[in-house]
């Protein structure tokens, strides 16, 4: 009788667990499906910036693999993996080594420092639920210890980088301080939040119109933006830039780096040829070195007519699907020949919880509705991990956050 074939897919973020979940759902044989993540939870990377903040708990943000998953169909295993060996079909793990005859990776991200001098010295990065968890707890620190400290660089926040994930945190951060400063009593006009950004405009992946009408949202909530500035070092409480030749410092005792992300390290010291630690694949999201290897969400390159798609959590989960449909198919001896094609619904920037701007099937949004849209799409990921139930356990609303 033949082996059950082994199927390991490894990282549980949006495009792996996609790929569990499809093949829970859909394949009916006795192949072994393992995932494996170096947490036994996952959670929403879009949301971090509220976690860094404090407006969503920990507990909210973590859904344990071991309650979506049906274990009778998908085994889970908890291990950090440090190693990728395509040549002897093998991953090897903190905890031993797995063994597979296809292998899905889905590793995801990690923050690029870009050379940029002092960055993993002295920033803080929004890369993972405990990452945030630390610039929760440092703020908190820095604002409740101003009764002491009475330095007024604690309460200067620094976030290099204004794309998605630089301006949702600052402006969550900035709709937030009028409580900090009540809390801890502090004086409102002590603490600032600047953002600093290599572009003329914030957002760049927006119109000018989209991204000026962003910027004036966050001028109205008292948010400092420095654009076209080049970031030159960061040292100890200080971040150095260039704007048109002319050097300078901001200074802050909480730096955020929010510059750009590459893909996973792990893919990138492994034999398998890659770009900053991602993977070029063909029209199936195959390896194209390595045909039993498929590679989903941020570790993939995918193009679609010569346009590469930057990785977003929106293209991570329809790799995902795409994936467990296609090896459903081919576990079933069936033969599947249609392309991966990424459906692009929409980007939404949420400022603060009930304003934001974005594009939404091709139509711009503003203020309430943009929120709105972006509570549905992340109850909508919600929802197809966890149906309903979970989208009233952990879904985001108007008049509810964990504040
Ligand atoms: C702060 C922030 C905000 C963002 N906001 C948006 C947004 O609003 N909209 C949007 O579309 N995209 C957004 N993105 C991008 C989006 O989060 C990513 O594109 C998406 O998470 C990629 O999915 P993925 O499955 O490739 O990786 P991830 O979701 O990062 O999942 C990777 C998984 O692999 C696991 N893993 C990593 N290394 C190992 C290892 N060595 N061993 C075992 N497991 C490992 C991780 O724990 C994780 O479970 C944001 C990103 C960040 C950082």
Redesign the pocket.
Known sequence: MQQPKKILI????????KVALGLQRKYQGNAEITL????DY?YQ??L??KVAIGTLSARKARIYYRKVLDLNKVCFIK????QISPKENKVI?NGGEYSYDILVI????KPNNFGVKGVDKYAYK???LNAALKIDKNIENKFKEFVHTKNPNDLQIIVCGTG??GI??AAELATQLDELCLICGIDRNIPKVTCIGRSKHILPVFSSALAKSAESKLKNLGVEILSSADIKEIKEGEVVIESNGVSSSVYGNTIIW?AG?KG?E?VEHSSIPNKNGRICVDAQLQCKDFDNIYV????AIAADKDAIHA???????QM?DYVAELLCAKLEGKDFTKPFKFNHRG????IGHTDGVGIVYHKNVKGEIAAFM?NT?ENKWLYSIGGLNMVFKKGQFRYRTSN
């Open positions: 490894t990282g549980g973020g949006y495009g792996g667990l494996i993540s170096k947490h996952h990377t879009t971090l910036h291990d950090k993996i440090k793990g889905a590793l995801g991200f929004l890369s993972s998605f994930t949702e945190f929010s992300v996973s792990i989903v969400g941020d570790c990785p977003t959590a929106q293209l991570a989960a995902g980007t939404v920037c949420s972006k799409i």
